[in-house]
């Protein structure tokens, strides 16, 4: 069974509630190979079952690894206070396919529903489909997403709007807010439980640990501390990183207010109801080593269960500070290679430090700029690179191309290959708010044409791709900042 844990205190049995007259809006035929699931020539299922069961139209019985769809209990951090319990408010687990869960996001009011009608929308659903499909090819750890399943059935909103559903697939959709609901219960048993099947599934190297909670804590950190260093260097922003929105797989899950930096602001908030800027861009890192914390003290009685309570407490204390240094490792790294550098030197972080406060000076397109430094000659002169006229003060972007170059000077390979390589990490295509926005509305009028041109585009994010090269460009000034909320 996916959930590891039994019992209506943990998960309650629930069944997808019905949409009327479903359709397909979009459908992941890479998302289905991953799943073993037969696509047709028109890259939908073979088999039309598959469209009731995504709809949520209580078809499990058809599917019997699918008999025992649950909504499972978690609590968590919201905006940095103890919201106490959550819970799958409007996701159901169907059940495991192919070593992965199969979960259903706005399939209908659970036992944790609280004030909510257990529905999502069609625009938040397509945002949260391409985007786990675009996070995929560009090789971040993320939830995929198979389908999106259309209904004309109303859901109100600040207005009135349609329902989706949102088909998502992950090795295990556990949060952070799972450990922390029974930490705050004081229930070292369904700890134990759920730390156990987690060694056993996904962290087995903590098996032969002597201390495998503090091995499997510190995996958990490290694994996210990878992921954010990775969000920073393609320039991505969750939007709303509460602890029960982390995976304790290190995926990005959860897709709400996202955002993909155009003009570059460091401090750039893609949350418009986060109005502290909490979860603004540059604070992303130190976010979530805060709910690497959470997650330390949530498993301090697991550690405990060997050690008095002073010592569990310095143990974890001391593996927390691992986050910065693993992020730190994993940030150069990704930043190195955005420049095209193989070597490390100790003046590459000032390097890249002085290059980011320039773009964030002059407000340059995020994406535009990484792509076309890999267009630079080495032994070009600086006045002839292009890429200056994207700054304002010529001065210091000259100063810096200058120094750029004669660090790639050091560098042993040739200019064809080391743009080459580049060209692997410095995607031209990301899914920026604009193009989102354009399809979700050909999309409320029934078009979803769009959508499945941009999932074919940000399935192939490093390929030149002549053909869509306006995709890869930067919106123009009246589609820049298209609001996005935590309200879908
Ligand atoms: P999110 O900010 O989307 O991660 O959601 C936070 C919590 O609110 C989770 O427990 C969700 O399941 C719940 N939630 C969000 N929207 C709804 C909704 N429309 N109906 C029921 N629960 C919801
Ligand atoms: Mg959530």
Same mark, same amino acid.
């Given at each position: 069974?996916?959930?590891?844990?039994? &019992?209506?205190?943990?998960?309650?049995? #629930?069944?997808?509630?019905?949409?009327?007259?479903?359709? %397909?809006?979009?459908?992941?035929?890479?998302?289905?190979?991953?799943?073993?699931?037969?696509?047709?020539?028109?890259?939908?299922?073979?088999?039309?079952?598959?469209?009731?069961? /995504?709809?949520?139209?209580?078809?499990? #019985?058809?599917?019997?690894?699918?008999?025992?769809?649950?909504? #499972?209990?978690?609590? &968590?951090?919201?905006?940095?206070? %103890?919201? &106490?319990?959550?819970?799958?408010?409007? $996701?159901? /687990?169907?059940?495991?396919?192919?070593?992965?869960?199969?979960? *259903?996001? =706005?399939?209908?009011?659970?036992?944790?529903?609280?004030? &909510?009608?257990?529905?999502?929308?069609?625009?938040?659903?397509?945002?949260?489909?391409?985007?786990?499909?675009?996070?995929?090819?560009? =090789?971040?750890? #993320?939830?995929?997403?198979?389908?999106?399943?259309?209904?004309?059935?109303?859901?109100?909103?600040?207005?009135?709007?349609?329902? $989706?559903?949102?088909?998502?697939?992950?090795?295990?959709?556990?949060?952070?807010?799972?450990? !922390?609901?029974?930490?705050?219960?004081?229930?070292?048993?369904?700890?134990?439980?759920?730390?156990?099947?987690?060694?056993?599934?996904?962290?087995?190297?903590?098996?032969?640990?002597?201390? @495998?909670?503090?091995?499997?804590?510190?995996?958990?950190?490290?694994?996210?501390?990878?992921?954010?260093?990775?969000?920073?260097?393609? =320039?991505?922003?969750?939007?709303?990183?509460?602890?029960?929105?982390?995976?304790?797989?290190? *995926?990005?899950?959860?897709?709400?207010?996202?955002?993909?930096?155009?003009?570059?602001?460091?401090?750039?908030?893609?949350?418009?109801?986060? +109005?502290?800027?909490?979860?603004?861009?540059?604070?992303?890192?130190?976010?979530? +080593?805060?709910?690497? $914390?959470?997650?330390?003290?949530?498993?301090? @009685?697991?550690? !405990?269960?060997?050690?008095?309570?002073?010592?569990?407490?310095?143990?974890?204390?001391?593996?927390?500070?691992?986050?910065?240094?693993?992020?730190?490792?994993?940030?150069?790294?990704?930043?190195?290679?955005?420049?095209?550098?193989?070597?490390?030197?100790?003046?590459?972080?000032?390097?890249?430090?002085?290059? *980011?406060? *320039?773009?964030?000076?002059? =407000?340059?397109?995020?994406?535009?700029?990484?792509?076309?430094?890999?267009?630079?000659?080495?032994?070009?002169?600086?006045?002839?690179?292009?890429?200056?006229?994207?700054?304002?003060?010529?001065?210091?972007?000259?100063? %810096?191309?200058?120094?750029?170059? $004669?660090?790639?000077?050091?560098?042993?390979?040739?200019?064809?290959?080391?743009?080459?390589?580049?060209?692997?990490?410095?995607?031209?295509?990301?899914?920026?708010?604009?193009?989102?926005?354009?399809?979700?509305?050909?999309?409320?009028?029934?078009?979803?044409?769009?959508?499945?041109?941009?999932?074919?585009?940000?399935?192939?994010?490093?390929?030149?791709?002549?053909?869509?090269?306006?995709?890869?460009?930067?919106?123009?000034?009246?589609?820049?900042?298209?609001?996005?909320?935590?309200?879908?």
């Amino acid at each position: 069974m996916a959930f590891p844990l039994q &019992g209506d205190d943990a998960a309650r049995r #629930t069944p997808p509630s019905e949409i009327s007259n479903p359709y %397909w809006v979009a459908f992941s035929k890479s998302c289905a190979e991953l799943i073993n699931i037969p696509v047709a020539n028109n890259d939908l299922p073979t088999d039309h079952k598959w469209l009731e069961l /995504l709809a949520g139209n209580s078809l499990e #019985t058809e599917f019997h690894q699918f008999s025992n769809p649950l909504a #499972t209990a978690y609590s &968590g951090h919201q905006f940095g206070v %103890w919201a &106490g319990q959550l819970g799958d408010g409007r $996701a159901i /687990l169907l059940g495991d396919i192919a070593s992965q869960e199969l979960q *259903l996001k =706005g399939a209908g009011k659970t036992a944790y529903s609280r004030m &909510g009608d257990g529905r999502a929308v069609l625009r938040s659903s397509i945002r949260e489909f391409l985007c786990s499909e675009a996070m995929h090819a560009l =090789g971040i750890p #993320t939830s995929r997403a198979l389908a999106v399943v259309g209904s004309k059935m109303s859901v109100m909103r600040e207005t009135r709007e349609t329902a $989706a559903v949102c088909a998502r697939v992950a090795p295990s959709f556990i949060r952070i807010g799972h450990f !922390e609901h029974y930490s705050s219960l004081e229930n070292t048993g369904r700890l134990k439980e759920l730390a156990d099947d987690l060694i056993e599934k996904h962290y087995p190297e903590c098996h032969n640990s002597i201390e @495998p909670y503090l091995e499997l804590f510190k995996s958990m950190s490290n694994k996210n501390a990878t992921l954010v260093a990775k969000w920073q260097a393609v =320039g991505f922003c969750h939007g709303v990183l509460n602890s029960d929105n982390i995976s304790v797989l290190g *995926l990005t899950i959860d897709y709400g207010p996202f955002g993909f930096l155009d003009q570059f602001q460091i401090d750039h908030i893609c949350n418009h109801s986060d +109005h502290s800027g909490r979860y603004a861009f540059h604070r992303q890192p130190q976010i979530m +080593h805060w709910n690497m $914390a959470c997650l330390a003290s949530a498993m301090l @009685p697991l550690v !405990e269960l060997n050690h008095s309570s002073v010592e569990a407490q310095e143990l974890l204390k001391s593996a927390l500070e691992s986050f910065p240094i693993i992020f730190a490792e994993e940030w150069q790294k990704g930043f190195r290679d955005k420049l095209g550098l193989q070597t490390a030197e100790e003046m590459d972080i000032r390097l890249i430090e002085r290059l *980011l406060q *320039l773009m964030h000076d002059s =407000g340059v397109d995020y994406t535009s700029l990484f792509r076309s430094l890999g267009d630079i000659d080495k032994d070009a002169a600086v006045v002839n690179i292009s890429l200056r006229d994207h700054f304002i003060d010529r001065g210091t972007i000259d100063l %810096w191309l200058q120094d750029y170059l $004669a660090r790639l000077s050091r560098e042993s390979v040739d200019d064809e290959t080391r743009q080459a390589l580049m060209n692997t990490v410095n995607p031209k295509y990301v899914l920026r708010n604009h193009l989102a926005q354009r399809a979700i509305e050909l999309a409320q009028q029934d078009d979803f044409s769009e959508v499945h041109k941009l999932l074919k585009i940000l399935s192939n994010p490093f390929g030149e791709q002549p053909e869509h090269h306006q995709y890869s460009q930067a919106p123009a000034d009246h589609v820049r900042a298209i609001p996005v909320s935590c309200s879908s």
